[in-house]
């Protein structure tokens, strides 16, 4: 019956209006996530009973070895053989739906931008999920863009600090001739939809200090866990919070 759903779902969508096919792949999205989170049951289950996770939510292709590495659709890179690392495990699920581990069983959780592309609510419950996995004095660090940094470039007309992205290449239908910094504004806020939310460092502060974490507070650029790139670490802010 589903995948009657689903045929007749993508055959009816080239002739309807932009809106009505909005809404129809939406509708299909949502019936391959549900479809993925049912598979990612049995990983999840297969970590009962550990302890002392790393987990590194919103992977992306920043695979970290050791570590169990979540997102949706999950790309393991072609040089990373999972036979010869049983020891990193790659869970393909929609985070939108929370952390399903196992309440203490984690030591570590990080996301690099990734909490950005949830609304706010379920941000705020996977949040919570974090909070909830982390063992006693816990580590659960985030990376986000530094939105406020953005903003302040833009004011100042600083346009040295955009030159690392090129609006031509992530904003093609811009006009040639019409390129200005409010288009880099509008990149980096809305991303071409995918970015949900805004966060800075005093509110992301004020909401894990409000879940529980004992101790929160804004932290530097680290080398051995955040990611190396001179874009992320250009329009990044991070912080950590201890459970």
Same mark, same amino acid.
């Given at each position: ?70 997102? !949706? ?50 941000? !705020? ?78 509110? !992301? ?39």
């Amino acid at each position: 019956m589903k995948q009657t759903l689903k045929h007749v779902l993508k055959a009816s969508v080239a002739s309807q209006p932009e809106t009505l096919r909005a809404a129809i792949r939406n509708l299909l999205f949502e019936i391959k996530t549900a479809r993925i989170a049912r598979r990612a049951a049995g990983s999840f289950q297969a970590l009962q009973g550990r302890q002392h996770l790393k987990i590194h939510i919103g992977a992306g292709d920043d695979i970290r070895l050791g570590w169990v590495n979540i997102d !949706l659709a999950l790309r393991i890179p072609p040089q990373i053989d999972p036979a010869a690392h049983p020891d990193t495990i790659f869970i393909n699920y929609d985070l939108r739906r929370g952390l399903p581990l196992a309440a203490g069983s984690c030591d570590y959780i990080y996301s690099s931008h990734f909490f950005e592309h949830l609304e706010y609510t379920q941000g !705020l419950r996977l949040m919570r999920d974090c909070y909830r996995a982390l063992a006693a004095g816990g580590t659960f660090r985030l990376a986000l863009p530094n939105f406020k940094g953005l903003f302040e470039a833009y004011l100042r007309g600083n346009e040295s600090y955009f030159d690392l992205v090129s609006v031509r290449e992530l904003l093609p239908e811009v006009e040639p001739e019409t390129e200005t910094l409010v288009d880099h504004v509008n990149y980096g806020v809305y991303q071409a939809g995918e970015h949900k939310c805004v966060y800075d460092e005093e509110k !992301l502060v004020l909401v894990l200090r409000k879940i529980g974490f004992a101790t929160v507070a804004p932290a530097a650029y680290q080398a051995d866990v955040d990611p190396a790139s001179p874009l992320r670490r250009r329009y990044s802010f991070y912080v950590e919070a201890v459970k």
